[in-house]
């Protein structure tokens, strides 16, 4: 080989370097995205939000006298039993010094009480011997339906007519009860300063006892204070009977029904509790939100359903986060919701094909925070690009991210 030819096959092989390099420095690189398959699956639409859960029956007992209340020995946490735990105990304030119309007046109410009192009386042993002669008959019926003697029709009028006596005979015995206590009322307005008790070790003090068995729940007044009438004092309940409320948006709660099922989480366990819609309350009510926009919220109840063991550590007042479940299917085909985008007014994808980016418009129906379900589009088993970057178009080859 000559000179020459040594020259111009190097300079030959340069141009081909140069090139080459040129055609590997301009040649388009293959995006690195990331893709997820398509396939059948689970799909829960809810609607999400903060509830807080609350006892069901909280019972707020009142001074039921202006007086001098005693210091409660109770504290929050501490058992109560119905009808026996006393909770509070107020010493009523001395009664005032009446004058002469305002006595006489109190002494005509007792007169008339009393009144009212013979008349129940009387009403009661009225409704007594009715019912006497009710169970008679019935007795009678029942012998004389074993003959023939009477109809089936009969035998019932009298059986019907041996409980109404009964009932009648028991709400004039209430009466009489009522009757009873009005003229308690109405002698106890006589009662003068003079004869109530000087002494506070030996006064007639009111208890306070608690209407139901359970816990409670907040001591309002401690303290060893003068109250007055209709003043909260304390609050009690049953924490086992606990419920959550939250407040939805108006157009959220439209479409919420009693019986729906409800997933609870970050309510400070590890795993989600199960709850069920009890009651959509059927009027609305008006809440600033956090950055000063009014809006129309709803109170939805939710009853527990797990066990209670699960969630006993919840108590009155707590946080919760709430996910409503308005439908869920167990087939079909979902699709993450990061990977569409909108061209125009129609959803699209972009689809991995023979390692290239294939734009493809899809059709979406229900979804939720994370999913959407395909109608129509896209096949199980197809890849498509999460967040597409605006360096991914139809054509441009693409690579999965490892």
């Known amino acids: ?5 040594r020259r111009m096959l190097f300079w030959g092989s340069l141009v081909a370097i140069v090139v080459l390099g040129l055609i590997v420095a301009f040649f388009p690189r293959a995006s690195i995205v990331d893709l997820v398959t398509i396939d059948h699956g689970e799909l829960v639409i809810t609607v999400n939000d903060e509830g807080e859960t609350r006892v069901h029956d909280v019972y707020v007992l009142s ?10 020995e109770l504290h929050a946490g501490d058992p109560v039993v119905a009808l026996e735990t006393v909770v509070a105990e107020i010493q009523p304030i001395d009664p005032a010094f009446l004058d002469p119309r305002t006595e006489a007046q109190a002494r005509a109410d007792v007169r008339a009480a009393e009144s009212a009192k013979a008349l129940a009386e009387a009403e009661v042993e009225q409704a007594r011997a009715e019912l006497e002669f009710a ?43 009522v009757r009873n206590y009005e003229l308690e009322r109405a002698r106890a307005a006589l009662v003068s300063p003079t004869q109530t008790v000087a002494s506070n070790q030996d006064c007639d003090c009111i208890s306070i006892r608690s209407p139901v068995t359970g816990q ?16 909260p004092l ?21 479409k919420v029904e009693p019986g729906q099922r409800v997933i609870i989480e ?37 009853d527990l359903t797990s066990d ?33 985008f909108r061209v125009g007014p129609d959803w699209s994808v972009f689809v ?3 390692g290239r980016a294939e734009l493809r418009k899809v059709e979406i129906g229900r979804r939720n925070s994370l999913d959407a379900e395909v109608l129509g589009g896209l096949e199980a088993g197809e890849r498509v690009v999460l967040h597409p970057s605006d360096r991914v178009r139809a054509g441009v080859r693409i690579t999965e991210r490892g």
């Open 216 to 231: 409670v729940l907040r001591i309002q007044q401690q303290s060893e204070a003068v109250v007055a009438a209709g003043a």
């Open 63 to 72: 001074a039921p006298v202006a007086g001098h209340m005693r210091r409660i």
């Open 266 to 302: 970050r309510w400070g366990g590890d795993a989600p509790l199960a709850g069920r819609v009890r009651l959509v309350e059927p009027f609305g009510f008006t809440k600033i939100s956090a950055l000063g926009i009014e809006e129309q919220r709803v109170n939805v109840v939710i």
């Open 352 to 354: 991995e094909s023979n």
């Open 1 to 5: 080989m000559n000179v020459q030819s």
């Open 135 to 177: 169970e008679r008959e019935h007795a009678r019926a029942n012998a004389l339906i074993e003959d023939g003697t009477i109809s089936q029709r009969e035998l019932d009028a009298a059986e019907r007519n041996s409980r109404t006596r009964t009932a009648a005979l028991a709400t004039s015995i209430a009466a009489l009860d």
């Open 308 to 340: 209670e063991h699960e969630w006993q550590r919840l108590a009155h007042g707590y946080q919760v986060d709430v996910g409503i479940v308005l439908s869920e299917t167990d087939d079909t085909l979902v699709l993450p919701l990061l990977a569409l």
């Open 234 to 254: 304390i609050e009690i309940g049953d924490p086992r009977d606990l419920e959550i409320v939250v407040d939805l948006l108006s157009a959220d709660a439209v």
